[in-house]
């Protein structure tokens, strides 16, 4: 990999904590948004959270409605840059190569998991262009199924062009326990297609209930 991390073990940064009250604040002013569901959020963190994806701004979004600090999974070329790639490190976040199966990140989201950290994960891989969940990719599954985490989705919903300003909706679905995928230990081919495709579909189930009527 030619970012520079620390894959050996994950850290809860103090930075995170220090930070997420002004994170909580920037997003009040950028976006008016409303919380559905967060009973649906787990008392102890050791799982997933999975969610579509349409802006840079979504962890911050995502992680102003839950308690946890979140680890977030996020694409290699934002870490080329070696201040910013430091800055997201002490934010929790870790670089992954898009598209070429980079285990080292796998093994490192499972160290976060095993740790009783909370995993996030933007399963599409990139931002849907048009502001709708699309197709996932099977990673989110795959730390799943060797982690025997459980995964909760989440959906992020706008009617408008994503920006400053614009009303958000995230919904907090049902938690998908581990066992409801049906992981087996000989693995076969479409255990982690199947399980991609029930995430993805209760993401997009989310999305689709829309904003809350008043």
């Known amino acids: ?57 979504d962890p911050i979004v995502l ?11 996020a694409k290699e ?20 190569i898009r598209g070429k199966g ?14 009783g950290y909370v995993l996030g994960i933007f399963p599409e891989g990139t931002r849907s262009k048009e502001y709708k969940p699309m197709r996932g990719k099977a990673g989110a599954a795959l730390i799943a199924k060797q ?23 995230i919904r907090f679905g049902k938690l998908i326990k581990n066992s409801e995928f049906g992981f087996t230990e000989e693995g076969k081919s479409r255990e982690l297609k199947d399980a991609t495709h029930r995430i993805m579909g209760d993401i997009t189930a989310l999305w689709e209930e829309g904003h809350c009527k008043k």
């Open 102 to 115: 980079d285990m080292r990140a796998v093994e490192y989201a499972e160290k976060i998991i095993k740790k």
């Open 147 to 169: 982690t025997g985490a459980d995964v909760l989705p989440v959906s992020i919903y706008t009617e408008d062009q994503y920006k400053n300003g614009t009303h958000l909706t």
């Open 1 to 57: 990999m030619s970012v520079e991390f620390d894959f050996s073990q994950p850290k809860d940064h103090k930075t995170y904590h220090i930070l997420k009250p002004l994170a909580v604040l920037v997003n009040r002013i950028c976006h008016p948004c409303t919380y559905v569901g967060k009973e649906n959020i787990p008392e102890e963190g050791g799982f997933i959270i999975c969610c579509n994806h349409m802006s840079n701004f």
């Open 63 to 73: 992680g102003s409605g839950v308690k946890f600090p979140v680890h977030y999974m």
């Open 77 to 96: 070329e934002l870490f080329e840059n070696k201040a910013l790639g430091w800055f997201l490190g002490k934010l929790n976040a870790f670089p992954v």
